[in-house]
């Protein structure tokens, strides 16, 4: 079955609807600057909050030493890495145990040599569109020309269209944040709906 990811997670009110709708993974934010972003004594107390589920650390151009202090820190089993990092740092992170997710932007031509290079040392790749969290979708075509079956899909996802979206793809997984929140506050009841919508195709032909 797909597995889906909420990314973005800040408050109790996410930690609430993540622990109704049981996402596979929960996302925290440790970009500095960003919306969502949340700092280390908040992400170890939403991780504590979140004990059953996966949770994963998202990091943007974070040099090595900062990440395995964030992950000590918090308690992560997961990261997910933004930006120009080499393989060798998905490598690094997957030889302490960790899940790695390596994020993709499908855009330009750059992209299949990025596969080719981060493939082999991720768990996951990880497909979004140009600008990450924005809700901008990635186009359809360019998902039907990628090998989505140990990938997660981004960008523009909401309850209404995850659904038509792995029906046509099969991706291994699919990751939200704007398309759960109404007014830039998460939503547990498109939370519910959301991760309902992604898996009801597997459901149907179960």
């Known amino acids: 079955m797909v597995k889906v990811k909420i990314c973005g997670v800040r408050d109790r009110t996410g930690v609430d609807a993540c622990l109704a709708a049981r996402p596979d993974l929960v996302g925290l934010n440790f970009v500095p600057g960003r919306a969502r972003a949340v700092d280390l004594a908040t992400g170890a107390r939403l991780a504590r909050d979140l004990e059953g589920l996966l949770v994963v650390g998202v990091f943007l151009d974070a040099p090595i030493d900062e990440i395995l202090r964030t992950v000590d820190a918090v308690g992560l089993v997961a990261v997910q890495l933004h930006g120009a990092a080499p393989p060798a740092q998905s490598a690094l992170l997957r030889a302490r145990g960790l ?16 596969v080719e290079a981060h493939r082999p040392v991720a768990d996951y790749l ?16 360019a998902l039907d020309r990628l090998d989505l079956s140990r990938a ?3 960008g523009g ?3 209404d269209n995850v659904g ?5 793809h099969h991706p291994a997984g699919v990751d939200v944040a704007s398309g759960v929140e109404i007014d830039g506050r998460m939503s547990p009841a498109r939370v519910a709906a959301f991760c309902a919508a992604a898996r009801a195709p597997q459901q149907v032909h179960s």
Request: aromatic letters at 4%; proline letters at 7%.
């Open 126 to 141: 990880l497909f979004d569109a140009p600008s990450p969290g924005s809700g901008v979708r990635v186009a359809e075509g």
């Open 152 to 154: 997660f899909v981004a």
């Open 164 to 168: 038509a979206m792995v029906r046509r």
């Open 157 to 159: 996802l909401t309850p």
């Open 99 to 114: 899940t790695v997710l390596r994020a993709l932007r499908v855009t330009g031509a750059s992209l299949e040599a990025e």
